[in-house]
């Protein structure tokens, strides 16, 4: 994976195997029902996702190292090999500018350039060393500006000489992203230093693969309001519970109508004949308010008896300041409970009255408090 581009039918394979060891497979060798798109489950916790490795987005991080190294480690054999044969292909010492032809493993590199380019920041010295449409030495390099398709003026100009020239380089009139670039031009260059870069993703701006493929899962990605469900001292397998119940992928009837399993419709815990869905067996459902209701007896913990949705059901119940370790050990336990207690009455004929359900509950959260304190 670090050193070419992972064809799309692996990359695809790879994914479909992954996907089965996740949801599992039926006795008789078939693929179980995926409850999230595979996407959403490759992004962070801090974005809704399980924070499995998005195998596309990592192969393309690993990748830039070897661009990384080309502008800041010239006394590495890599820089050295490449700079011997593409040196007669360059108008300036910007590695941006080298020729497009070659291996499979250079046109990879090549491909990536443009992703290389706005995820650094050229530190303008003498400006010799730096490509004026192609490098970052401005907020955002100057080709990806222009509105022709075809190469710029000049193309392999060097900012320095970039910079005497820029008013016949650029068009006019500029539009709003050209006129920041200008107005952020370094005024005045130093005659002798290096030109360097910068890794924007990283806090001591020096290139890693973890802050590389981190920007690359959350560009344009909202921040998720249920990361606390990772922080819950329970049982992994309650956690994701509480995770797809969160959102609201948990395969009750109404989701089993959605994928095209049509079953009895009714709650099998009242005598509603509403569609089940998880708002009614979870929140809003006579038994899972009873059940709650003596949970907030025994724990002092907050009985949720209407809500709008399930989302906004879970961060009602477990965002609370004055929440304890046990109770919100309680809180979770008595979700998964009730699941499972709906799952024995639908596929085993058997069933738990509010009180016996609630001892079990009251005996499982006290265990697991003291397992995982």
Request: with cysteine.
């Amino acid at each position: 994976m670090s050193t070419f581009l992972l064809p799309k039918w692996l990359l695809k394979e790879i994914d479909k195997t992954r996907r089965r060891f996740l949801w599992g497979t039926t006795q008789t060798g078939g693929q179980r029902m995926s409850l999230l798109a595979w996407d959403r489950v490759c992004l962070p916790r801090v974005h809704g996702g399980l924070g499995i490795l998005d195998f596309c987005l990592h192969n393309k991080a690993l990748l830039l190292r070897w661009l990384w190294k080309l502008y800041t480690d010239q006394s590495s054999l890599w820089f050295k090999v490449a700079n011997t044969l593409l040196e007669a292909q360059r108008g300036c010492k910007s590695p941006s500018l080298w020729i497009t032809e070659g291996s499979f493993f250079w046109r990879d590199l090549r491909s990536l350039f443009p992703l290389f380019q706005l995820s650094t920041r050229t530190q303008v010295l003498s400006g010799t060393e730096s490509s004026f449409w192609y490098d970052n030495w401005g907020g955002k390099p100057l080709f990806f500006l222009t509105k022709s398709g075809g190469k710029p003026a000049r193309p392999r100009i060097c900012l320095k000489e970039g910079l005497t020239r820029i008013n016949e380089l650029l068009p006019r009139p500029y539009n709003l992203d050209s006129h920041y670039v200008v107005s952020n031009a370094p005024l005045a260059l130093h005659h002798s230093g290096s030109d360097s870069v910068q890794w924007i993703w990283s806090a001591d701006r020096n290139f890693s693969v973890a802050s590389t493929y981190k920007a690359l899962c959350s560009a344009g990605k909202l921040k998720s309001p249920f990361t606390w469900i990772w922080k819950l001292r329970i049982p992994p397998s309650i956690r994701f519970f509480l995770f797809l119940l969160s959102c609201d992928r948990v395969l009750t009837r109404q989701q089993l109508s959605k994928r095209g399993l049509h079953t009895h419709v009714g709650c099998d815990f009242c005598s509603s004949t509403d569609l089940e869905d998880s708002l009614h067996l979870f929140f809003t459902c006579p038994f899972s308010i009873s059940v709650r209701r003596r949970l907030q007896v025994l724990f002092q913990t907050l009985c949720l008896s209407s809500s709008v949705s399930t989302r906004q059901a879970l961060l009602s119940l477990f965002l609370s300041d004055s929440l304890s370790h046990l109770q919100s050990t309680v809180l979770a336990t008595s979700l998964f409970a009730v699941w499972l207690e709906r799952n024995n009455r639908v596929f085993r004929s058997s069933s738990r009255n509010v009180q016996n359900l609630v001892e079990r509950i009251s005996a499982e959260a006290n265990s697991f408090s003291r397992v995982f304190s």
